[in-house]
């Protein structure tokens, strides 16, 4: 989406930069409870990227808040995704036959691999 304002303003104490495609918004966001609201026309229709880089580089950020603002705004943003669940169905499978078991160590001897694999008793 191309623009044709930039600027910043402050809202609850936090600086915002704001895009715009018409000079009302200034007064629509002061309205809002926005203050210091600066926001000046681009000379051209820009995409965000473009409308910062070239606030940056036309004087608009004099204030060091202000470039830091700018500069975050158009750094990579980290998108993770949220992991995909997929679900499956799977029919239940009944064992054919039970497995069988046999113990041939007795207690004493089991009670000493224990010992030996994890020290104690």
Known sequence: ?????AGTSVL????KVRFAN???RAKQLAKLGDT???IVQLP???DKAEAVAYLLESGFAKDVLVRAVLEAEVAPKAKVKAPRIVKVRVKSVKPKA????KVDRTE??????Y???YGKE
């Not at 039970?98 to 078991?101: F, G, L, M, N, T």
């Open 98 to 101: 039970k497995a069988k078991v």
């Open 115 to 117: 010992a030996a694999v």
């Open 1 to 5: 989406m191309s623009y044709s304002f």
């Open 12 to 15: 609850k104490g936090e600086l």
């Open 36 to 38: 210091d609201v600066n």
């Open 108 to 113: 004493a001897e089991v009670d000493a691999l």
């Open 44 to 46: 051209r229709a820009m």
């Open 22 to 24: 018409s000079d009302a």
